[in-house]
């Protein structure tokens, strides 16, 4: 029986699963913080270690795997196993060997993929995306990443394909990590909504936000501290999820005009975390925009949750 690891690098987690190949089912998971500061050199201890703890509750030697899949955010080179420009990861911006790093670490064969590919791969196959020709799905998260399927496959495009997080929604907008401005991600990212929470919070605006990150002894604003922010009624952060629905809005009804998808699904931590309430928000946002508003494209949530990156790494095992 052949069993893959599977490890979904995020800006805030990182998710582990031992998975089996005969009916992708999970075996043993585990899940930690990503770190902050350290570079590459640490996140690959903490994802060498995630992977150790969902190998042990698999009760299976990682050496014992038929291969490990990598889902992680940035400039993916899938065939040098390479990982460049991830912003929302600490210290890397150049080219790193992550395949062949943890290859080593772990005596195993490892694949890199682009982490919301591999995601959105996951959704059509196993998850609400089955039997659908074509969707999107976005990520909401410590950025913002769509994957996008046409004819029942994946689209890659020359490779970048499906980057709706750099699609622009404002002209002359805020700044974005990428450099670039008017970005959706600089609006509803969820390292840009901190930094702009930090901004006004420096120009007197007030808020739970940062006591409820150090009450719940975090080092970012996590989804799970937007999320009692709001239970909370916190204006600032009111205001900040309301900014963030909008530009979603205005950035998913774009790209819903150009590919005419018949499914869109939105996934990512803070998607998952806020669920369908939040997506009736987006849909609402999404109208104003819309060419075609009598037949609108379905938006459902994802359906594989916080797993659903970890399985299509380990899926990229089985291609």
């Not at 490990?68 to 929302?88: C, F, H, I, K």
Request: charged letters at 25%; aromatic letters at 4%.
């Amino acid at each position: 029986m052949a069993t893959f690891g599977g490890i979904d690098l995020g800006g805030t987690k990182i998710q582990t699963i031992v998975m089996r190949g005969e009916d992708h089912s999970v075996l043993g998971q585990a899940r930690s913080l990503t770190p902050h500061e350290g570079g590459p050199a640490a996140v690959v201890d903490a994802l060498v270690a995630c992977l150790s703890e969902a190998a042990g509750a698999a009760k299976v030697e990682i050496k014992e795997l038929d291969g490990v899949g990598v889902g992680a955010p940035g400039e993916v080179d899938a065939q040098a196993g390479t990982l460049a420009r991830a912003t929302n990861l600490s210290e890397w911006e150049r080219p790193y060997p992550l395949a062949a790093a943890l290859s080593e670490r772990f005596d195993v064969k490892v694949r890199l993929g682009n982490d919301v590919s591999v995601a959105a791969h996951a959704e059509l196959l196993l998850g609400a995306g089955q039997g659908a020709k074509s969707l999107l799905c976005v990520f909401w998260g410590t950025g913002v990443g769509g994957g996008v399927a046409l004819d029942g496959k994946l689209w890659h495009g020359r490779g970048d394909a499906g980057e709706i997080g750099h699609m622009v929604v404002k002209q002359g907008g805020a700044r974005c990590l990428c450099g670039r401005d008017g970005c959706l991600e600089a609006y509803a990212g969820r390292r840009a909504m901190e930094a702009e929470a930090k901004r006004l919070v420096e120009k007197g605006h007030d808020t739970d936000l940062f006591k409820i990150m150090r009450e719940r002894q975090r080092h970012t604003l996590s989804s799970g501290v937007w999320a009692k922010a709001l239970e909370r009624e916190d204006k600032l952060a009111v205001r900040l999820i309301e900014r963030a629905v909008q530009a979603l809005g205005s950035g998913v009804a774009s790209a819903v005009n150009l590919l005419d998808v018949e499914l869109v699904l939105l996934g990512g931590g803070l998607g998952t975390r806020f669920g369908e309430p939040m997506l009736e928000r987006i849909a609402e946002a999404m109208k104003p925009h819309l060419y075609n508003d009598d037949k609108p494209s379905a938006l459902r949530p994802v359906e594989l949750g916080d797993l659903g990156g970890a399985l299509g790494a380990a899926l990229l095992c089985e291609s």
